[in-house]
């Protein structure tokens, strides 16, 4: 199968995270809409996706199906070689029963649920969904996969210990491509460069100031180029003690709030009013959506109104639950975080 020399990559699209909010399902979109498009300017037909279409493995609502079905109308005049990822799998280490396999009957799509090689322009190119067999792969110019790396950073706060041995990899390609961690990361091992491609658009804050878009690789000349996310909105924290420090919020403060997900964080005892004010000056600034985040007790603030009049569409239990496990000074916090995820699964 020959496909065009120069083709653009992206990973991790996760349609439906945040329980399958409507606010994330335009955010998606919206992307999808720029990244057609840009791609179309650059006179590249074809895109390969690095897995995770979708972001809960196990159910998958239907109003997300919808956004998945209407991005896909958006793909038609595109060709579209996809693997599964881990979220788009059933089962925990393989990918033979996986979501993306509804795209079936698609024209252009074509989906790889089996390690695979195809060729594009002069070179060739091994794709490998969700946990592939690495025994299995045969030297290739080029590796496309869904891995899970030891040493490289899972977000920006946690690098991957359980995975692969990056030793693996130096003698199946000089050149691999990975989804899976949503941080963008490229290492050159002697012969070997991994890059991980990142992921589409930021999902939560522990991805800020993290590059979100996507690459065009032409394989006949090996030139890689990263296209940034210009449109798709950031998380800005914005700390109570800064503004006060300050006197409000700076102008340069302010043209971050804009179209952005803002997030104040009261780290500072003041009256209620206090922060009323501040954050009805933030949203003055039209913030894509707009929360406080009390890191303090205080008989000055009003704790039970606060909750009631923040927005909690953007948290997501699980990831809360093992983000407050990874922070607690206990032996085995894996295997506790393993089994508490199994216990809510289990009774929600």
Same mark, same amino acid.
Request: proline share 3%; net charge negative.
């Given at each position: 199968?020959?496909?065009?020399?120069?083709?653009?990559?992206?990973?991790?699209?996760?349609?439906?995270?945040?329980?399958?909010?409507?606010?994330?399902?335009?955010?998606?979109?919206?992307?999808?809409?720029?990244?057609?498009?840009?791609?179309?300017?650059?006179?590249?037909?074809?895109?390969?996706?690095?897995?995770?279409?979708?972001?809960?493995?196990?159910?998958?609502?239907? +109003?997300?199906?919808?956004?998945?079905? &209407?991005? *896909?109308?958006?793909?038609?005049?595109? %060709? /579209?070689?996809?693997?599964?990822?881990?979220?788009?799998?059933?089962?925990?280490?393989?990918?033979?029963?996986?979501?993306?396999?509804?795209?079936?009957?698609?024209?252009?799509?074509?989906?790889?649920?089996?390690?695979?090689?195809?060729?594009?322009?002069?070179?060739?190119?091994?794709?490998?969904?969700?946990?592939?067999?690495?025994?299995?792969?045969?030297?290739?110019?080029?590796?496309?996969?869904?891995?899970?790396?030891?040493?490289?950073?899972? +977000?920006?706060?946690?690098?991957?210990? &359980?995975? *692969?041995?990056?030793?693996?990899?130096? %003698? /199946?390609?000089?050149?691999?491509?990975?989804?899976?961690?949503?941080?963008?990361?490229?290492?050159?091992?002697?012969?070997?460069?991994?890059?991980?491609?990142?992921?589409?658009f930021e999902t939560n804050f522990g991805e800020a100031n993290s590059p979100k878009g996507f690459h065009v690789l032409d394989f006949n000349s090996g030139v890689v180029e990263f296209v940034?996310?210009?449109?798709?909105?950031?998380?800005?924290?914005?700390?109570?003690?800064?503004?006060?420090?300050?006197?409000?919020?700076?102008?340069?403060?302010?043209?971050?709030?804009?179209?952005?997900?803002?997030? /104040?964080?009261?780290?500072?005892?003041?009256?209620?009013?206090?922060?009323?004010?501040?954050?009805?000056?933030?949203?003055?600034?039209?913030?894509?959506?707009?929360?406080?985040?009390?890191?303090?007790?205080?008989?000055?603030?009003?704790?039970?109104?606060a909750v009631k009049n923040s927005d909690l569409s953007d948290v997501s239990l699980e990831k809360a639950l093992t983000e407050f496990i990874s922070f607690l000074d206990v032996p085995g916090?894996?295997?506790?975080?393993?089994?508490?995820?199994?216990?809510?699964?289990?009774?929600?």
């Amino acid at each position: 199968m020959t496909n065009s020399s120069r083709v653009a990559i992206f990973s991790d699209l996760h349609l439906g995270v945040h329980q399958h909010s409507i606010f994330w399902h335009n955010i998606a979109l919206q992307w999808a809409d720029w990244f057609v498009a840009e791609v179309k300017n650059r006179d590249i037909d074809t895109v390969l996706f690095l897995g995770d279409w979708f972001d809960h493995r196990d159910e998958i609502a239907v +109003n997300t199906l919808d956004i998945g079905y &209407k991005i *896909l109308k958006k793909f038609q005049g595109l %060709k /579209l070689i996809a693997i599964p990822g881990n979220h788009d799998s059933f089962y925990k280490d393989h990918s033979e029963i996986n979501s993306l396999n509804i795209f079936e009957g698609w024209s252009n799509v074509h989906l790889i649920n089996d390690i695979a090689s195809l060729d594009f322009g002069t070179s060739t190119a091994t794709f490998v969904p969700w946990g592939g067999d690495l025994t299995k792969i045969q030297w290739s110019p080029y590796l496309f996969g869904h891995f899970e790396i030891n040493t490289f950073k899972m +977000n920006n706060s946690k690098v991957c210990e &359980k995975g *692969l041995e990056v030793e693996k990899f130096f %003698k /199946l390609s000089p050149h691999i491509y990975s989804g899976h961690f949503h941080v963008r990361d490229i290492r050159q091992y002697d012969a070997t460069e991994i890059t991980y491609v990142g992921n589409t658009f930021e999902t939560n804050f522990g991805e800020a100031n993290s590059p979100k878009g996507f690459h065009v690789l032409d394989f006949n000349s090996g030139v890689v180029e990263f296209v940034c996310n210009t449109i798709s909105p950031k998380h800005v924290k914005i700390y109570l003690t800064e503004v006060v420090k300050a006197g409000g919020i700076t102008p340069e403060r302010a043209s971050a709030i804009k179209g952005n997900i803002v997030r /104040l964080i009261v780290d500072k005892t003041v009256a209620a009013e206090v922060v009323d004010a501040v954050q009805a000056k933030i949203k003055s600034y039209n913030p894509a959506q707009s929360t406080v985040e009390f890191l303090l007790k205080s008989s000055t603030i009003d704790v039970d109104e606060a909750v009631k009049n923040s927005d909690l569409s953007d948290v997501s239990l699980e990831k809360a639950l093992t983000e407050f496990i990874s922070f607690l000074d206990v032996p085995g916090k894996e295997k506790i975080s393993e089994c508490c995820l199994g216990f809510y699964h289990k009774c929600k």
